[in-house]
């Protein structure tokens, strides 16, 4: 099955500064690749996503990229805030809508102000 | 945008006893749930996916017995804990697939303590 893995698993970054958070996937037919928040006692928000057939994309400042030759995928957090700090997961899916998400471990963000 | 309403968000149950949580897609019809499991500080863990009008697919080393999942019609999914131990505390969290290969949405989470 799909396999995903998620470094670092934990970051600090002060307020302002970027942060980068990298996943790789083992299954090249996965297609789909959202990107989710947790925060504590609360179930995973999505916050952007990006598809096979993509390279990037941008949402303010939040973006993903994706290399499938490399099988691997990134978010790009800009101008951190302390509201940004929470869990993220990266995650994968194979085609179809009978296949669940395969998730990361996680990555525990701290942005200190 | 899709929602799945998730309950009891959380609950406390004595060892020994069952407890069913339920999950609603409120305005899209919801042909597969996923059910994960969450301990303290981890991922996500499936461990069912189940098919409206069908028997549940399990996960290696998930007790169906234990979990059931019922998923008898487009907008109702629910995993009843039975006979639930301390071991069984954690946090369960639904998602619902919107059919489209690329839509999930999670509910809310439901914080299991058994005691």
């Known amino acids: 099955g799909e396999n995903v893995e998620q470094h670092p698993s934990t970051l600090s970054v002060q307020e302002g500064d970027s942060a980068v958070i990298k996943c790789t996937y083992s299954d090249s037919a996965s297609n789909y690749f959202p990107w989710y928040k947790q925060e504590l006692g609360k179930g995973p928000q999505l916050i952007i996503d990006?598809?096979?057939?993509?390279g990037e994309k941008k949402d303010q400042r939040i973006a993903v990229t994706l290399n499938k030759t490399a099988k691997h995928f990134s978010l790009h957090i800009t101008e951190t805030q302390p509201e940004d700090s929470a869990v993220y997961f990266c995650?994968?899916?194979?085609?179809?809508?009978?296949?669940?998400?395969?998730f990361g471990k996680g990555t525990s963000l701290l942005v200190t102000p | 945008g899709a929602v799945v309403s998730q309950h009891p968000s959380w609950v406390i149950c004595k060892s020994g006893t069952s407890v069913k949580i339920e999950c609603r897609s409120l305005d899209f019809q919801a042909t597969t749930m996923f059910w994960y499991r969450q301990f303290p500080k981890q991922s996500l863990m499936l461990m069912a996916t189940?098919?409206?009008?069908?028997?549940?697919?399990?996960e290696q080393g998930v007790e169906k017995d234990k979990f059931l999942i019922n998923h008898a019609s487009l907008t109702l999914s629910t995993l009843t804990v039975t006979s639930a131990h301390p071991e069984d505390s954690s946090f369960y969290i639904c998602?619902?697939?919107?059919?489209?290969?690329?839509?999930?949405?999670f509910g809310s989470g439901t914080r299991l303590t058994v005691v």
């Open positions: 998602s619902a697939s919107t059919g489209d290969g690329y839509g999930y949405t």
């Open positions: 995650a994968a899916s194979l085609p179809g809508s009978g296949y669940a998400l395969n």
């Open positions: 189940s098919n409206e009008g069908s028997k549940a697919t399990y």
């Open positions: 990006i598809r096979s057939n993509v």
